[in-house]
């Protein structure tokens, strides 16, 4: 069942120039952030320029967060080099832009960011970038944070419903196609066997958390950044603070939270991979509730890792979801 629109589309774009000239104009921009961020001369040579990178003529698109680095290697197909600013494991919303990072946006032909007030940094990395912006969110219908500093905004974490996902994937193939035209047919395709992934792990997720009795059909986590999982799952969404960037831990997150689990007789607690789990930990300590697990939300894992790409971190979630608040071992 979709539960969203289709993506808007854009109106033409006029000729772009090739990447090759992009990434000559952007010298300007490496220059003049020398200029005005001394740090840069201590920080040596990149570990990303090595000598296969630099021979590498593929346009670069660079994205602000691993997850939609997975999301946009699954369409580019290897037509494109694809890099993340963020690391694995990092946490987003107050990252802080390195003088690594200004370096790559000088060899990048594409920037890819989430948008809904998640990468609040973003503006003053590629403000005067020349490098194609795009915004992966456009075209989802938001569902506004309820509590905190950001009460009213967007939440960001659109990407956590797997019909969201797939409006991400159509403008991420829409951006390919105009700074690559010659691959556009490869990345409508590569666009469309990728949804059809992102659908089954969709039902996947319906499946495994459809016999959840009443009670039980309840997702408390530390940060409230599964509003879209828990609408397409049909859970109640309950967290200690609304987004990571606000207080956390407060005396009275937890006051309302330990009386939350002990009214709803909440059966398991969460928390995201990205954060501290102390404060839940406290809840778990005054309560009947368990640990149930931990949840990823704005950082795939590294490659060994439990969630390398984003279709495992939306059956991992799921899995641990549904074993925590069943009591039935997963898969």
Not at 40 to 50: F, K, R
Request: with cysteine; hydrophobic share 40%.
């Amino acid at each position: 069942m979709r539960l969203f629109g289709p993506a808007r589309r854009r109106a033409p774009r006029a000729a772009a120039p090739s990447p090759r000239a992009r990434r000559g104009a952007l010298a300007g921009l490496l220059a003049g952030a020398v200029a005005l961020l001394p740090v840069l001369a201590a920080c040596g040579p990149q570990e990303t320029g090595s000598e296969s990178a630099a021979e590498d003529e593929r346009p670069v698109v660079l994205t602000t967060f691993t997850v939609l680095a997975d999301m946009a290697e699954n369409v580019a197909g290897g037509h494109l080099r694809v890099e993340s600013i963020t690391k694995p494991g990092a946490e987003i919303h107050e990252y802080e832009p390195t003088p690594d990072d200004v370096k790559k946006a000088a060899g990048a032909d594409l920037v890819l960011e989430n948008g809904m007030n998640l990468e609040t940094w973003i503006q003053q990395f590629v403000q005067n970038a020349d490098a194609e912006h795009v915004t992966v969110s456009e075209g989802v219908e938001p569902i506004d944070i309820a509590a905190g500093s950001s009460e009213g905004k967007p939440n960001p974490h659109a990407w956590m419903s797997p019909d969201a996902a797939e409006t991400y994937v159509d403008n991420i193939a829409e951006a390919f196609s105009a700074l690559d035209p010659g691959h556009a047919e490869d990345f409508e395709a590569n666009a469309g066997e990728y949804k059809e992934q992102i659908r089954g792990v969709g039902e996947e997720l319906e499946t495994s958390l459809a016999d959840l009795p009443e009670p039980q059909r309840v997702l408390l986590t530390c940060e409230g950044a599964f509003s879209y999982l828990a609408r397409d799952a049909g859970l109640a969404e309950k967290y200690l603070w609304p987004v990571n960037s606000d207080e956390q831990g407060t005396a009275q997150q937890m006051t309302e939270a330990i009386d939350y689990v002990e009214e709803h007789e909440v059966p398991a607690v969460f928390c995201e991979s990205t954060v501290s789990d102390q404060s839940m930990q406290q809840v778990v300590s005054s309560t009947d509730a368990s640990y149930g697990g931990t949840l990823y939300v704005d950082s795939l894992s590294e490659a060994d890792g439990p969630v390398p790409t984003y279709l495992d971190l939306i059956r991992h979630d799921a899995e641990t979801i549904s074993s925590a608040l069943t009591g039935k071992e997963g898969r």
